[in-house]
């Protein structure tokens, strides 16, 4: 991904901070669109789509043709600091942070069967607890 394919915009701060809050356009907004993010795959842009849904912008997660047009864009704030660099660098870890859990592909589940002893296990627990039960006697 090129600097130049990243877009940041400042503005002032919400929150307290006196009057730092007043003066400093510290807030950082960064738009970066999805098809200038490199090292992802097709599958890769939508997993991406899904785990930043709320930031995304001109697309739905929904449907993989939004995800690829070039107006399909993420939008990450940062505004926990009070300088603008700092901002900025929290926006760029943040991508940093969604593009290497989007690029790796999730696990595929393998169906598995209870072991012969976990069975007997469970049986065994089972009639236990029916004894316990079966003592009690109630009051009858």
Do not use: W, Y
Not at 80 to 97: G, K, P, W
Not at 127 to 138: A, L, N, S, T, V
Request: some cysteine; overall charge positive; aromatic content about 2%.
């Amino acid at each position: 991904m090129h600097e130049a394919s990243l877009e940041f915009t400042f503005a002032r701060s919400g929150g307290p901070g006196g009057q730092n809050v007043n003066k400093v356009e510290s807030k950082a907004q960064m738009r970066v669109a999805l098809h200038d993010i490199g090292g992802l795959d097709t599958a890769g842009r939508a997993r991406l789509a899904r785990i930043a849904q709320a930031n995304l912008i001109g697309a739905t997660a929904d449907d993989p043709a939004s995800i690829e047009s070039p107006s399909a864009s993420l939008l990450i704030v940062a505004q926990e600091h009070r300088s603008q660099r700092q901002n900025r660098d929290e926006c760029l870890e943040r991508l940093h942070a969604l593009v290497l859990a989007a690029a790796t592909p999730p696990k595929r589940r393998r169906k598995t069967k209870p072991t012969r002893g976990s069975k007997e296990r469970r049986l065994e627990g089972k009639r236990i607890q029916g004894e316990k039960k079966q003592r009690r006697g109630g009051g009858e």
